[in-house]
């Protein structure tokens, strides 16, 4: 399971706080994604990244900002404009974002985030 | 943008019979169909996966089915055993104008019954 790894696992922040979760990946991928988790929701994206320094928005980027300054790190920002951000946040890599043989997204732990 | 049903939204089988879970998709262009499994509290974990110029792949006891004309595809697990059960995201992969992203399923929540 290692290779992909998300801090923290829990998370508790303040309505109106910024918060940002990490994402790092040592398998020298060039894709990089965050998905939102809800309960009977399934995955939905919120950004994803093909190379380092450029990034695309998701199905569901509102309220939410990454950057990509490194190959390993994708760090997603919760902001406070994201009106309902008590979710579980799953980061995901894969080798590269196009092609046919090499899709297959890898995904790190999760991080749980709670807004009191 | 593409859209993906999953149907059943849970499902319960009895040890050793088999389980089906069914997905439809919207775009046309979509030409690459991952399974993922996710048990509870852990990450999601690719179990097999389908490209649009073949209609069936076997792994074991897990296979899948593609229906291009009719926008379809289908998870069928055999002898189902109680380590089966878990939560089951079917995506397809929009691969127009640049946009490899995967649209996932809302997930079906399996139960195998000792």
């Known amino acids: 399971d290692g290779g992909i790894t998300q801090s923290p696992k829990y998370l508790f922040r303040k309505e109106g706080q910024n918060v940002t979760l990490s994402c790092e990946q040592n398998?020298?991928?060039?894709?990089m994604y965050w998905y939102r988790q809800d309960p009977g929701q399934g995955l939905r994206l919120i950004y994803y990244s093909q190379i380092v320094n450029d990034f695309q928005k998701g199905d569901i980027a509102e309220g939410y900002s990454v950057s990509r300054e490194k190959k390993e790190s994708f760090p997603l920002t919760v902001t406070s404009a994201q009106k309902n951000p008590t979710a579980f946040y799953l980061c995901?890599?894969?080798?590269?974002?196009?092609?046919?043989?090499?899709?297959?997204?890898?995904f790190g732990p999760g991080t749980r985030l709670t807004v009191l | 943008g593409e859209n993906v049903e999953q149907h059943p939204s849970t499902l319960s089988v009895q040890e050793g019979d088999s389980a089906v879970i069914k997905c439809t998709y919207s775009d046309s262009a979509s030409n690459y169909f991952p399974w993922y499994k996710q048990e509870l509290g852990k990450r999601p974990q690719l179990i097999i996966d389908?490209?649009?110029?073949?209609g069936e792949k076997k792994d074991q006891r897990i296979a899948v089915t593609l229906n291009k004309t009719a926008k379809h595809f289908s998870l069928h697990i055999t002898e189902t055993q109680p380590e089966d059960s878990a939560v089951y995201f079917c995506?397809?992969?929009?691969?127009?104008?640049?946009?490899?992203?995967?649209?996932f399923g809302k997930g079906t929540k399996l139960s195998v019954i000792p």
């Open positions: 995506a397809a992969r929009y691969s127009g104008a640049g946009s490899y992203q995967l649209t």
């Open positions: 389908i490209r649009s110029n073949v």
């Open positions: 995901a890599s894969s080798i590269r974002a196009g092609g046919s043989s090499y899709n297959e997204q890898f």
């Open positions: 398998l020298n991928h060039d894709a």
